[in-house]
């Protein structure tokens, strides 16, 4: 079944550490994003690529890192650098770039 | 810019009664699509239910309808016959119509937290 393949469901960090979660779509859509979602906040894009090897910020891109070497990938990396990284992370894709939203399970990281 | 509100944080309803949640949202533009997502406890995300603004009939999926009306710029998700899947957090946003320039987004309000009540 074609889908949004988010890993890991849970990840638990310590302060002052990278991590990485993995977003894998085999929709063969073209754009893919990442959203970060607060209790009270909705969700927040963080980035957005519409095209292999091409990737935009969005509102809320300071302290993460993404790459798209591939059309099926999209990993995000939450560097040290963001203050509060505590959050759960869902990744989505579309055919074009903003189109109907397919989403991922998402990913709840918690920093220790 | 596009700005989508949610007045409702949260809601409760009996099974099987009617329930309608609010969305309003701004916008110059003339062209553009609403959608309703849905996030039940489980957490995927899905969607409900998506109009085209150019489109004057509302949008119906089973029990999902919706209540557009353009010139107030309001996207009502109405529920009928609640049942007990419904129970999620349900999400209005705005997006305009492909292709779209390099800085345009969907926007999502702030999400209604719905629970049917058995």
């Known amino acids: 079944d074609g889908g949004i393949t988010q890993s890991p469901k849970y990840l638990f960090r310590k302060e002052g550490q990278n991590v990485t979660l993995s977003c894998e779509q085999n929709l063969n859509h073209d754009a893919m994003y990442w959203y970060r979602q607060d209790p009270g906040q909705g969700l927040r894009l963080i980035y957005y690529s519409q095209i292999v090897n091409d990737f935009q910020k969005g509102d809320i891109a300071e302290g993460y890192s993404v790459s798209r070497e591939k059309k099926e990938s999209f990993p995000l990396t939450v560097t040290s650098a963001q203050k509060n990284p505590t959050a759960f992370y869902l990744c989505?894709?579309?055919?074009?770039?903003?189109?109907?939203?397919?989403f991922g399970e998402g990913s709840r990281l918690t920093v220790l | 810019a596009q700005t989508v509100t949610q007045s409702q944080p949260e809601m409760s309803v009996q099974e099987a009664e009617t329930v309608t949640l609010s969305c309003t949202y701004d916008t110059s533009e003339n062209n553009y699509y609403l959608f309703w997502y849905k996030q039940p406890p489980s957490r995927q995300m899905i969607l409900v239910i998506r109009?085209?603004?150019?489109?004057?009939q509302n949008a119906t999926e089973n029990r999902f309808s919706v209540n557009f009306q353009k010139a107030a710029k309001s996207f009502s998700l109405k529920i009928s016959d609640s049942q007990l899947g419904d129970t999620a957090m349900y999400f209005c946003?705005?997006?305009?119509?492909?292709?779209?320039?390099?800085?345009?987004?969907?926007?999502f309000g702030k999400g209604t937290r719905l629970h049917i009540l058995p």
């Open positions: 109009q085209e603004a150019y489109k004057q």
């Open positions: 946003a705005f997006m305009k119509p492909l292709p779209m320039n390099r800085d345009d987004k969907i926007i």
């Open positions: 989505a894709s579309s055919i074009g770039g903003f189109g109907e939203l397919f």
